[in-house]
């Protein structure tokens, strides 16, 4: 370790060792800290005498350095290509910081410089919050926050999953709002989207935590219940109907609220596969023959 740490690079390359904007160590080939750039003592918020000597695993987040440990005994079992690795950090105030290491392999050379690697370790935190950013938004409704179809869709057959797996009943609750093309057409869109905003307020303020509220799109939302029998989904149909219904007062003007609910069950222990379209299906058939019956109703 001593002789990778006396054969410094010249002075130009030192300099630029010392002011790179990212961290760079030198490591022994088994990965012993053998010297570290002033960005990465930044980084894991020690000073270079506290990680000189120290295994650069030492510092990867005990969920991930599993996979740290298997990406290295690859790398140098051929390490003829430079190995890429995102990780996570831990400095020294317990605080994670998910990096990017790519390692380069130096091989010993004539004048007796040992064997060593060279890593590159950049700080990705903004890049993750962008890519987290991201995948909220491609599962997410914009407008109300809720998950979209997509993420519905994972929700269920994770639910689906389980009770297959645990033999526990999921039911799916379709709902329907009741009138909301005519708010669109009498108060314009604005007030409507304002109407789907304020309804999923309240559709979630009613909801157990294991239950996932998504709007699927227009003015249709959906409910999966896990781990729920049917007599519970009809249960929070009818608290809906009470809770949920209340006109909606925005701005002074007045909109009544009205939904159509249908339900889909599917008993535990069920194929996912078998059973995924048809519970959707029958809870929509289930609201539209709610919708139908309500439409009676108030010809009366």
């Known amino acids: 370790m001593v002789e990778v740490a006396d054969a410094l690079p010249p002075a130009d390359r030192r300099s630029a060792f010392a002011n790179a904007p990212m961290g760079i160590a030198l490591t022994t080939p088994a990965g012993l800290l053998v010297d570290v750039n002033p960005a990465l003592s930044d980084m894991t918020g020690r000073a270079p005498e506290e990680l000189s000597g120290r295994s650069v695993l030492d510092f990867v987040h005990r969920d991930v350095v599993a996979a740290a440990r298997q990406a290295h005994a690859v790398f140098t079992a051929a390490p003829d290509r430079p190995l890429r690795l995102e990780t996570r950090l831990v400095r020294a105030d317990g605080s994670e910081v998910p990096v990017q290491i790519t390692a380069s392999w130096v091989p010993e050379n004539p004048e007796g ?3 060593h690697l060279v890593l590159i370790v950049e700080d990705i935190t903004e890049r993750k919050a962008l890519e987290a950013q991201l995948v909220h938004r491609s599962l997410h409704d ?12 994972d929700r269920l057959r994770h639910a689906l999953d389980r009770g297959h797996r645990e033999d526990t009943p999921t039911c799916v609750l379709i709902i329907d709002l009741d009138g909301f093309k005519a708010i669109n057409d009498e108060l314009g869109h604005p007030m409507g989207d304002r109407v789907l905003v304020s309804f999923a307020e309240r559709l979630q303020s009613v909801l157990r935590a294991s ?16 781990n729920t029998e049917r007599a519970d989904a009809v249960a929070l149909a009818d608290r809906l109907r009470t809770t949920v219904t209340e006109p909606l007062d925005l701005d002074g003007t007045r909109v009544p609220v009205g939904i159509s609910i249908g339900i889909g069950t599917v008993r535990g222990g069920e194929e996912p596969e078998t059973v995924y379209e048809r519970v959707v299906r029958e809870a929509d058939d289930d609201m539209y023959t709610d919708k139908s019956r309500r439409r009676r109703t108030r010809r009366r």
Not at 142 to 153: K, M, V, Y
Not at 211 to 226: K, P, Q
């Open 142 to 153: 914009p407008l109300t926050g809720l998950p979209n179809r997509l993420l519905f869709q």
């Open 113 to 115: 410089q040992p064997a």
């Open 211 to 226: 239950d996932t509220a998504a709007r699927l799109g227009g003015d249709e939302f959906s409910i999966v219940c896990e």
